[in-house]
């Protein structure tokens, strides 16, 4: 069954390229970052894997922890790091998950329709999931395998997740972190003065403007 937006994220114990984890209590409190891709030493793995490693001070700035999986083995996982630093000069600096029996791609849903049933015909599609503090599924994306991940867009993504998160605003289209927002319909024009200080532009009685509240 898939996993919909809101639904606890399905809980495992897995051995990883930095050892033994189970993934709640790995994650804490934190947000995280919960990626699969296809195969260890192919194109465009490499290049995502690398691009994630590069980005880790922006999610660790965001207080979001990363983990990828594949249905590799370990042994596999630990050689193809010297392939990710050769071609992005990143070095892997988060876990990656060996889910050889692929029983985590199932309860994660990410085996394409065209999975073989032999272990050696399994592999997974690009899927992301983002997982909230509280456990829950807050985002999940799902790429074609000929085609990387934009992973700029992932962290807009978190960022307007925790925005949105702490105060009663959504994003608008193409936003980004520290454009104007909009004021959630559930706050009353009369609540909205106090909860939005800097006010507001009515584009509508429906689409109310306010910029950013923390910034």
């Known amino acids: 069954m898939a996993i919909r937006l809101g639904d606890e994220a399905p809980n495992f114990t897995a051995e990883t390229t930095d050892g033994t984890i189970n993934f709640h209590e790995w994650k804490g409190d934190s ?17 995502e894997l690398g691009r994630v490693a590069g980005l880790k001070p922006e999610f660790d700035k965001r207080n979001v922890k990363v ?8 042994d596999s996982h630990n050689k193809w790091k010297g392939d990710i630093k050769d071609v992005t000069g990143n070095e892997l600096n988060f876990p990656l998950i060996a889910d050889s029996d692929h029983s985590i791609a199932e309860a994660y849903d990410m085996l394409p329709a065209t999975a073989g049933v032999a272990l050696a015909d399994v592999i997974t599609v690009r899927s992301v999931y983002v997982v909230g503090p509280d456990n829950k599924i807050k985002l999940s994306l799902t790429y074609p395998a000929s085609t990387g991940r934009n992973f700029d ?38 609540d909205a003065k106090e909860k939005f200080p800097k006010g ?7 689409l109310r403007v306010t910029p950013q509240p923390n910034k």
Do not use: M
């Open 200 to 206: 507001w532009d009515a584009k509508k009685p429906y």
């Open 153 to 190: 867009e992932l962290l807009r993504v978190i960022d307007s997740l925790q925005l949105t998160a702490n105060y009663s605003v959504a994003t608008p289209a193409d936003w980004k972190d520290g454009d104007d927002v909009i004021i959630a319909n559930a706050v009353s024009d009369e």
């Open 31 to 47: 947000w995280a970052v919960l990626f699969s891709h296809p195969k260890d030493f192919t194109p465009v793995c490499t290049t």
């Open 67 to 74: 983990i990828g999986l594949s249905v590799d083995p370990l």
